[in-house]
């Protein structure tokens, strides 16, 4: 008796939640939550260490790690996860990793041999802080120890599941990912491109990482063959929106409004979309793609509804 | 009949190799057949991109992976898992994994923001070639496809045990290891040191890379507790002993015989063992650190027959 009416609250609370997501949902009240919950875990990987005798590359690393970031592709990992029916806690492992790679690409994105940038998120960048070696340093143990982090999380995953969802993220930020796309970026510099060329280099470049936290967290959440099918539809589709949408950031928003250097990507020749298509289409090229990334979800019902406002979050983002 | 003739066959035929290690064991054919299947598994691993956008990132890649390294972690992955029974095949993806993350270290070691060095190997350095950004990239390229090649390489071995190891691994180049130590050198240039502090180093710097092949390759192997302990000492007598070697050499070779800068700790105001202790004393050290190595291989036996002359060589070799 107690048993069950035990249970049939849990499950009316839990029938309460599923319906109200729609209409009570507040996704700025949702992305602070999950923000704090990614935030605690990224402390828990990596503690400081001011007792060690290299706690200058801790501090280092905690300096970009800890840096106001939005934390999207956890976000998505975690998302992913729960569209499915899984756990979040399953894919907080793989948010972490993600966080940790995504931060070291962008500290050696900013060092004076690649992009030479002083500002991100409204602070030094690193190398303006702790010098060009330690940077270097710090970007190789965040991408080294995201792997750690990542294979020692497989609470309740299956470890050969683990293991395909460690060599996906390796792959999505490698030489046929993140890095192969930064490396398409430089060399196209000042060259003609099109929107396919442009398409091509972004699907690596960001997409790819987008990408393996919405098929990873999907794929630690226990999704069906075509549940992954669908979420890899999205995942594509917003992570060309969000790209789309940070050209158009660099053309429209100030250094103040950004925390970065804007209007860059002209000064440099870099092709942009707003260069390729012009403003107007860009922010209709934008939006279309949310579409694209909402239609994907429509099988995935309620439970799809954050990653559906995240969507449109992406491109209606000022930041 | 057939049955038991075949395997009394194949037991005698068994026995035979396992007794004539000892005696018939040639090492310089030994490394050189290891080498070539590890090559071999190198190039699988990284193939040409002639065709791709990214083909000077894979080029970069390659310049390096395929500079005529001795390839002495995989050799001691391999060594180990088969000195446990294994076979030598499970720990193959290890092997290139070591030997991936190997060569991004002296890629990104070499930079000019880290040691400034334009000779490797005989060769300029992957920046002298490529530029620093691209040395940069193929570097952190090679990192993370390492990571991919090991989860990947999972071919009869539980998954659960390669997950270990993949954690083992990134612990050990991470900010705990590798890259850890690599940071400790830094900031202790020209500080006073003692050799209890050096050896605190390089057992981070050189030595948790060697220890991680060594335990890898064994748990690959299906080491068991005892066994993996004997063998964590025969990594870290290993490891110490390669390094206190390489601080000699660096004192006695010439840049000829080395390929590379030589004599450069001294003028870099490096601690190092010839000048801690003198020559002849580290000359001394080295050889009671095989001593220590064999003495951890002890209940072994013959299958353990290469590591025991591998840590002999890695003091007498002379580069």
Chains 1, 2 share one sequence.
Do not use: W
Not at 234 to 244: E, H, K, S, W
Not at 249 to 254: F, G, H, Q, T, Y
Not at 298 to 317: D, K, Q
Request: proline share 3%.
């Amino acid at each position: 008796m107690m048993q069950s009416a035990k249970s049939n609250r849990a499950i009316s609370s839990y029938a309460r939640a599923a319906a109200s997501i729609k209409s009570d949902f507040v996704l700025s009240d949702y992305l602070k939550e999950r923000c704090r919950l990614i935030e605690s875990a990224l402390a828990d990987a990596l503690p400081e260490h001011t007792g060690s005798s290299a706690a200058r590359l801790f501090e280092a690393m905690r300096y970009s790690l800890f840096a106001g970031g939005k934390r999207i592709r956890p976000v998505l990992a975690l998302a992913s996860c729960e569209a499915v029916g899984g756990r979040m806690e399953r894919a907080l492992g793989l948010g972490c990793a993600l966080e940790m790679i995504h931060t070291y690409s962008m500290i050696h994105d900013d060092l004076p041999c690649m992009d030479d940038d002083d500002l991100r998120r409204g602070k030094p960048t690193n190398h303006k802080i702790y010098g060009d070696a330690m940077a270097t340093l710090a970007g190789d143990a965040l991408l080294t120890d995201a792997f750690k982090v990542l294979a020692r999380s497989c609470d309740g995953v299956p470890p050969a599941l683990m293991l395909e969802v460690i060599a996906e993220l390796a792959e999505a930020a490698g030489s046929d990912g993140m890095v192969g796309g930064q490396v398409i970026d430089i060399l196209s510099e000042g060259e003609a491109t099109d929107t396919a060329k442009l398409e091509y280099l972004h699907s690596k470049k960001t997409g790819a990482l987008f990408l393996a936290a919405v098929r990873g967290g999907a794929r630690l959440g226990g999704a069906t063959k075509p549940q992954l099918e669908k979420l890899s539809d999205y995942g594509r589709a917003l992570g060309l929106a969000f790209q789309v949408t940070d050209d158009i950031l660099d053309v429209e928003a100030s250094t103040e409004q950004m925390g970065k250097r804007t209007h860059k990507d002209e000064s440099r020749g870099k092709a942009t979309y707003p260069a390729l298509m012009g403003l107007e289409q860009s922010h209709e090229f934008a939006r279309s793609l949310v579409a694209r990334a909402h239609s994907a979800l429509t099988s995935l019902g309620e439970r799809a509804e954050p990653l559906r406002r995240i969507a449109s979050y992406v491109v209606e983002r000022n930041l």
